[in-house]
Nanobody, 124 residues
Framework: HVQLVESGGGSVQAGGSLNLSCAVSGRIDLTYCMGWFRQSPGKERGGVATLDRDGSTTYDDSVKGRFTISKDSAKNTMYLQMNDLKPEDTAIYYC???????????????????WGQGTQVTVS
């Protein structure tokens, strides 16, 4: 049974930082592509960042230079460091993983089959 649990969300002022965590348990290979998505009110869930098997990363243009995706395999945890937060970053953030080996691209929901419950990030 695979489970992803996000934490680290909260409320911050514009310009602030948050570090989201995604703890992964169960039979899943964390070397496979993993990612972060977000959903703002009234919008569809969209990709934020992905981390490929070879360590390469991809970011949505709106977060490039501000967000950093990483993982600690020893802790079975993936992270999203978010700096210089803006009000438009307000959303529910979800971590995602999958059980097959392939390139991350494209950064779409259909590329993942396991999801966390989400953590709220509010920037004012």
């Amino acid at each position: 049974h695979v489970q992803l649990v996000e934490s680290g969300g909260g409320s911050v002022q514009a310009g602030g930082s948050l570090n989201l965590s995604c703890a992964v348990s169960g039979r899943i290979d964390l070397t496979y592509c993993m990612g972060w998505f977000r959903q703002s009110p009234g919008k569809e869930r969209g990709g934020v960042a992905t981390l490929d098997r070879d360590g390469s990363t991809t970011y949505d243009d709106s977060v490039k230079g501000r967000f950093t995706i990483s993982k600690d395999s020893a802790k079975n945890t993936m992270y999203l460091q978010m700096n210089d937060l803006k009000p438009e970053d307000t959303a529910i953030y979800y971590c995602a993983a999958r059980t097959w080996d392939d390139r991350c691209a494209p950064m779409t929901e259909s590329r993942f089959n396991y999801w966390g419950q989400g953590t709220q990030v509010t920037v004012s």
